[in-house]
C-alpha cells in the first residue's frame, strides 16, 4: 500500500488573517495520515509560526474543524486519502467565522447564538423531588436521543449558506441543541426556547438545504431539529400559546 | 416582524404550497388534454365560460399564488439584496396585490 503513495503533498494552508493568502507547503505523505497530521507536521517541522487548534485529536472536542478542499470537515478524523485531489490539499479556517489567525477562527459568535437559542439546560425539580424517570423509547427521548451527539465543531455552521446570507441566523448547531431541550421532558421555559428560536433568526430561515446534516461529523440531523421547531412553533402559534 | 408573525408567514407559505401542488398538477393535466385534442381558442372558451367550478377551482389557484409568491420572494431579498424591514413587506404586499389583479383577470377573462 504505501509503494503506492505519492511521495509528497502540495499543502496550500490559509495564512494570516481576513485578508490573507494561501501559502504552499510540500509535505511528506504517510500512510493512514490524517488532515490533521498534515497541519502538525507543517507546523513541528516547516513553520512553528502556524497557528491551529486541536485537542483530543479522536473525534470528540470538535475543536480542529477547518475546510479542506472547499469542505467544512473534521481534520481529525479525515484521512487524506479520503480528500486529496491528485497530490494537492487546500486547507482554510471554517467559513462564517472571523478568522483570528492562519487556520483559527473566532468561535464566539457561534457558540453566543447556543446561548441565544437558550441552549442551557433549565431543570424544573428541586433536591426533594425523586429522580425524573424517562423511558427511552419514548417519543421525546427518541428525538432528543437524535441530536444529543453534537460535539460543537462548527462544521455545519461552516457549511450553512443561510448563516452566510443572513449572519443573524442561530444555526443549524444552536438550533439542533434548542431541539434536544425542548425534548428534555426534565426541562422547563419551552416556550420561552420557542420564542427564542422562531423567525427570521431562527429556525423560520431555513430552507432545508441539508448541507448541515451532509457535512456533520457526527451524522446528525440539524435539519430534521430545525424541521421539529417550525412544526412546534407553528402548533403553540395556531394554539394561542406564543 | 415578531416572531409571530414570521410563524404565520410560514404557517401561510407552507398551507398555500399544499394548495399550490393540487392546483399545479391540475393545471398541467387540464393544459395537456385540451392542447392534445386539438381544440382552438374559441373552442376553450367555449367550454370554460359561465362554469363556477373552474372559476373557483383557478380563483383558489389565484389566490394561493398570491400567498406564497411574496413570501418566498421575501427571503429572497433579505438574503441577497440585504433588503430587510418595513419596506421590503409594503413593496411585497403590492407585489401581492399585482398577481392578484393580474391572476384575476385572466380568471376573470377565461371562465366568467
Redesign the interface.
Known sequence: MATTLKVSLKVSVWRGGKDGAFQVFEVPREASQTILDVVTHIQRALDPTLAYRFACRVGMCGSCAMMVNGVPRWTCRTHVDKVVAGDALEIGPLRNLPVIRDLVTDMREFFDKWARAKGEFRGGATREDDFARVRPDSPPRVQADAGIECIGCGVCYAACDVVTWNPDYLGPAALNRAWTLINDVRGKENLERLRAVAGDAGCHACHSHVSCTERCPKHLSPTAAIAGLKREVAKAVLHGDL | ????G??????AQ?ASAAVLALCVSVHLVTIVYAVRSGLSAAEILERTRGSAAWFGFYSLFVLAVTVHAPIGLR?VL???AGW?GRSRDFALLLFAALLAWLGMRAVLGVFA
Open positions: 416582524m415578531s416572531f409571530r414570521e410563524a404565520r408567514l410560514w404557517i407552507r427571503s433579505g438574503e441577497w430587510r
